[in-house]
């Protein structure tokens, strides 16, 4: 089984750029993930997907940051304009959580490679 | 909201000995899961452990076991026969059981713990 698949691994832009991340779950993962991670952090969780729906982007600043899930598969992450703090590695999860039963199952997310992004 | 506290920035421990990690946390929630990850330099992060909060049993996987403490709201990480293949950074992780639906589930994390393997 293919695992969750990012590109580019490494993308290096000055402050005002923009930039965009893609992933792709893991085939038959309805609920997609982007985690933040800051050097020296654990990853912080920006945005869920629920097929092409938004379950949480409480944490996503979204001013300049962008999600979206077409057609509920593939994603993509966009920053406009970047700033030095936006650094971090960008990690992409997925899982096959089962929609609309209470009391989670016991279910895993499966990260991807992540994006290695440097704001200069 | 939910917080993890992991106190041990670094650990080191030689080679086939034993090590054990630390987490805290802090929820008001009575059910939900735990989670220790691995995170070796090529930043993939490996699921190491899970333990379901309802659950008195510890979980064990091979030769990572947890101690889990719900009512002091600490679950450790214990590496038996420590290998050099398990250097890496180590993360705890909460996520909330209590959804419905299209409830959120992301993974709260700690600031992790780098684990250092003396051959």
């Known amino acids: 089984e293919a695992g969750v698949a990012q590109s580019p691994r490494y993308k290096i832009i000055e402050k005002r750029q923009s930039v965009a991340f893609w992933c792709n779950p893991i085939s038959g993962h309805a609920t997609l993930y982007w985690y933040q991670q800051i050097l020296g952090q654990g990853p912080k969780l920006l945005i869920q997907?629920?097929?092409?729906?938004?379950?949480?982007d409480s944490q996503l600043p979204k001013d300049r940051f962008s999600a979206e899930r077409l057609k509920g598969v593939d994603s993509t992450l966009k920053i406009q304009p970047a700033k030095l703090e936006d650094s971090a590695v960008y990690l992409c999860a997925s899982s096959h959580r089962p929609p609309g039963l209470a009391g989670a199952p016991a279910y895993e997310q499966y990260f991807g490679p992540g994006t290695r992004l440097t704001v200069t | 909201a939910q917080t993890v506290t992991q106190s041990q920035p670094e650990m080191s421990v030689q080679e086939a000995e034993t090590v054990t990690l630390s987490c805290t946390y802090d929820?008001?929630?009575?059910?939900?899961?735990l989670f220790w990850y691995k995170q070796p330099p090529s930043r993939q992060m490996i699921l190491v452990i899970r333990?379901?909060?309802?659950?008195?049993q510890n979980a064990t996987e091979n030769r990572f076991s947890v101690n889990f403490q719900k009512a002091a709201k600490s679950f450790s990480l214990k590496i038996s026969d420590s290998q050099l293949g398990d250097a890496a950074m180590y993360f705890c992780a909460y996520r909330s059981a209590e959804w419905e639906g299209g409830g959120a589930d992301g993974l709260t994390f700690g600031k992790g713990t780098h684990l250092i393997i003396q051959p």
């Open positions: 333990q379901e909060a309802y659950k008195q």
């Open positions: 929820t008001s929630e009575s059910d939900y899961y």
């Open positions: 997907f629920q097929n092409n729906g938004v379950v949480d």
